[in-house]
């Protein structure tokens, strides 16, 4: 197996970048400068559910595995498409959207949902207040296929709306299926129906998300 090629399916950390409201910004400093201190380091001050990262059941659950204690082999598996781009905004993606892939979604997959709102990403209210999400049906509907991640590219797995998101969340990291939130899928993902996927989180201890490198690997 060679692999042909490599996507990079990550949205870009940077000062002030896009982010759930109820968090403070991200913010990203300059703690000593080559020309003063003879080298250049930074101090970020983030929350750990911003840009592509992912979520691990110590979010909701007290008694949940943190991102550390998440073995390294979930994050990666063979991953499947599910092609929303032109779902209008502030949509439940729910079990109707999912059915046309019943034959192609297995057990152990990893389903990345791609509603195009990656290309969105900036402060607009339609990206950070509107954004597509994953409904209650889907989300069982996707337990019931026993997947071991989802991820998607907009702000949230759950809806941006107050109760929105709770039982997606409870249902699906309560059973140890990890979350991945805030990617960038780009339409040439369509072009392949199966391929490797990577999530990498940092290895933070005592935390319930972390940001995430993501990558698809493309092989021949």
């Not at 092609?83 to 502030?90: E, Q, R, T, V």
């Not at 991640?149 to 709770?166: R, W």
């Not at 969340?169 to 072009?191: K, Q, R, V």
């Amino acid at each position: 197996m060679k692999i042909k090629k490599l996507l990079d399916l990550s949205q870009t950390f940077y000062h002030n970048n896009p982010g759930y409201m109820p968090y403070e910004l991200t913010s990203i400093n300059y703690e000593t400068l080559k020309p003063k201190d003879g080298y250049t380091s930074e101090r970020i001050y983030m929350n750990t559910h911003t840009s592509t990262h992912v979520d691990a059941p110590f979010h909701h659950f007290p008694q949940g595995k943190t991102v550390a204690q998440t073995p390294v082999e979930q994050y990666i598996g063979e991953a499947v498409v599910v092609d929303l781009f032109g779902i209008d905004a502030h949509t439940a993606i729910g079990a109707e959207h999912l059915k046309p892939y019943e034959d192609i979604i297995k057990e152990g997959d990893i389903v990345l949902l791609c509603t195009g709102w990656g290309y969105k990403r900036d402060w607009s209210s339609e990206y950070c207040d509107f954004w597509p999400y994953l409904g209650e049906d889907g989300a069982q509907w996707l337990f019931d296929k026993k997947v071991k991640g989802i991820a998607i590219d907009s702000m949230s797995i759950g809806g941006p709306k107050a109760g929105e998101g709770l039982m997606q969340h409870e249902l699906l990291l309560g059973n140890e299926i990890w979350l991945g939130e805030e990617l960038f899928l780009p339409e040439e993902l369509l072009e392949y129906p199966r391929w490797d996927f990577v999530l990498l989180p940092l290895k933070m201890e005592g935390c319930g998300g972390a940001p995430a490198r993501a990558i698809a690997l493309i092989t021949e």
